[in-house]
T-cell receptor
Framework: AQSVSQHNHHVILSEAASLELGCNYS??????LFWYVQYPGQHLQLLLK??????LVKGIKGFEAEFIKSKFSFNLRKPSVQWSDTAEYFC???????????FGTGTKLQVIP | GAVVSQHPSRVICKSGTSVKIECRSL??????MFWYRQFPKKSLMLMAT?????????EQGVEKDKFLINHASLTLSTLTVTSAHPEDSSFYIC????????????FGAGSRLTVL
């Protein structure tokens, strides 16, 4: 069965700091990988996704994630965070060929102005 | 863009009653919809996968007789919590897979259920 782990539950950063949120998954085959974001009071929305091709994926709002197959990781990064990035971030994985998408426990990011 | 509407956003009911939550894809056809339950400080737990015109596929540990799912059209799926108990109080979120590509989910805003 596929599973996803996010190691950081709560991250606090000052504006302009760099961000890296960890995500590891367990599944030996082909995977589709996602990062979703939930801003305060809003619903979950897609930040970026990886299906195939270039393992460095760029998403909205300056976010990017790198798929490292050997490490079963898909870490989310942003070089300089803004206060508006305060949100909860969820990593998700879908094992190739199956409908089910499994989510990690989420990381709450708080950016201090 | 793709929009999923979920209704009601909040519902309070008495123990023993049933509650229906609707999930609609407003501007696209959703052949597959998913129902999640979100626990505080925990992940979204997939409850079931709902395919239009067929029976829902429930995850292990989810009681199908308690959480009735119906996906009668390409734009509507419903979750009915039957004989609700206080432990069913939770945040229920639906999502739809459709327009933007395989496995890419569009989420509803969620429904907060409180059972007294």
């Amino acid at each position: 069965a596929q599973s996803v782990s996010q190691h950081n539950h709560h991250v606090i950063l000052s504006e302009a700091a760099s961000l890296e949120l960890g995500c590891n998954y367990s599944y030996g085959g082909t995977v589709n990988l996602f990062w979703y974001v939930q801003y305060p009071g809003q619903h979950l929305q897609l930040l970026l996704k990886y299906f195939s091709g270039d393992p460095l994926v760029k998403g909205i709002k300056g976010f990017e994630a790198e798929f490292i197959k050997s490490k079963f990781s898909f870490n989310l990064r942003k070089p300089s965070v803004q206060w508006s990035d305060t949100a909860e971030y969820f990593c998700a994985v879908n094992a190739g060929g199956y409908q089910k998408v499994t989510f990690g426990t989420g990381t709450k990011l708080q950016v201090i102005p | 863009g793709a929009v999923v509407s979920q209704h009601p956003s909040r519902v309070i009911c008495k123990s023993g009653t049933s509650v229906k939550i609707e999930c609609r894809s407003l501007d696209f056809q959703a052949t597959t919809m998913f129902w999640y339950r979100q626990f505080p400080k925990k992940s979204l737990m997939l409850m079931a996968t709902s395919n239009e015109g067929s029976k829902a596929t429930y995850e292990q540990g989810v009681e199908k007789d308690k959480f009735l799912i119906n996906h009668a059209s390409l734009t509507l799926s419903t979750l009915t919590v039957t004989s609700a108990h206080p432990e069913d109080s939770s945040f229920y979120i639906c999502s739809a897979e459709g327009q933007t590509g395989a496995n890419v989910l569009t989420f509803g805003a969620g429904s907060r259920l409180t059972v007294l």
